[in-house]
């Protein structure tokens, strides 16, 4: 019963993150508007752009294959995998025995190879483009991930995040130098694995700058929908693990519905700020060159470095 009872909560975790998803896309939007002087679109205008699409039919290149029907599904279910293995309310739950940070990274990196591999098989000149330049961006910023977090795994003696998680309440490591090192190269990782300023602008179309547009570019109807809510689930999962990684004050054991709650409420609170912080950088940073993208994620990347080096240095 305990099992079943773990098990549920796990997948309500993961059921939380598919429905708050679209709306912390709202939310950065609309922040962005106000920054900006804008009266901009509701919070919820993601939900009934998903909506929409669901309703349109589906129309797809004489010249695509299996492939490019799979790769939303894949890309859709890739990402539910990754938010059923992340601490996102409570702690331990029955999937942190397979929450390992590789496992993590690898699926992370699975929907992005498949979308690549979507934005190739058309034949597009769009999509070659923009597939090109993400797998660009997936080969550096994808180990940026894994050795940020790998900096926290050290001090934790694990790379199971559940663990992660519990060693860092248990002690002062969250605010040591390594760690808000590893804070802020994650930070850095983010923007760029969610197509975010000054890496990708989610608000244009103009051919020469996308990356994660010009992937989708071919799609339409419920394949489209699937690829913009995975879109949305990545950057909650991101920014769940900066919220909840590095400042997981707020977790609870699986006890009854008030730690459930008082973990919903501090979860937002941290989302909150980390979106309001988003949207600010955004709104004051331009997009930079393309062969500028390479020089900030190595940036990133030596930042996860020194975190590492600093936490040997403390143990």
């Known amino acids: 019963m305990v099992a079943i009872i773990g098990f549920a909560l796990g997948v309500s975790q993961a059921a939380l993150a598919l429905l708050l998803a679209p709306g912390l896309v709202g939310l950065v939007r609309w922040l962005k508007a106000r920054l900006q002087n804008r009266r901009g679109a509701p919070a919820w205008q993601p939900y009934l752009e998903l909506a929409k699409l669901f309703r349109k039919e589906v129309v797809v290149s004489s010249n695509a294959s299996w492939v490019f029907r799979a790769a939303p599904f894949i890309v859709f279910a890739s990402t539910v995998a990754v938010a059923l293995l992340v601490p996102i309310l409570l702690v331990p739950l029955p999937f942190d025995g397979v929450g390992d940070l590789l496992v993590v990274v690898y699926l992370l990196l699975l929907g992005t190879f498949f979308l690549s591999l979507a934005g190739l098989d058309p034949g597009s000149a769009f999509g070659g483009m923009g597939a090109s330049r993400a797998m660009t961006v997936a080969a550096l910023a994808e180990p940026t991930v894994a050795l940020a977090i790998f900096a926290l795994a050290l001090s934790a003696g694990s790379t199971n995040l559940g663990q992660i998680v519990a060693r860092t309440m248990s002690g002062p490591a969250a605010v040591s130098p ?24 989610p608000a244009t179309h103009l051919e020469l700058t996308m990356i994660h547009e010009a992937m989708v570019l071919e799609y339409s109807g419920r394949y489209l929908a699937l690829v913009e809510w995975a879109s949305a689930m990545k950057l909650f999962v991101f920014m769940t693990l900066l919220a909840n990684l590095f400042v997981p004050w707020g977790l609870a054991e699986p006890s009854g519905p008030v730690p459930v709650l008082v973990g919903i409420l501090v979860l937002a609170a941290k989302l909150a700020v980390l979106t309001t912080a988003v949207a600010l950088l955004e709104t004051v940073v331009a997009k930079l060159r393309l062969f500028r993208v390479p020089e900030l994620l190595a940036g990133s990347f030596a930042l996860a470095s020194l975190s590492l080096m600093a936490v040997f240095v403390v143990r």
């Open 178 to 201: 390594g760690h808000l090192l590893a804070f802020l190269a994650l930070f850095i990782v983010t923007l760029a694995e969610t197509g975010r300023l000054p890496i990708d602008n």
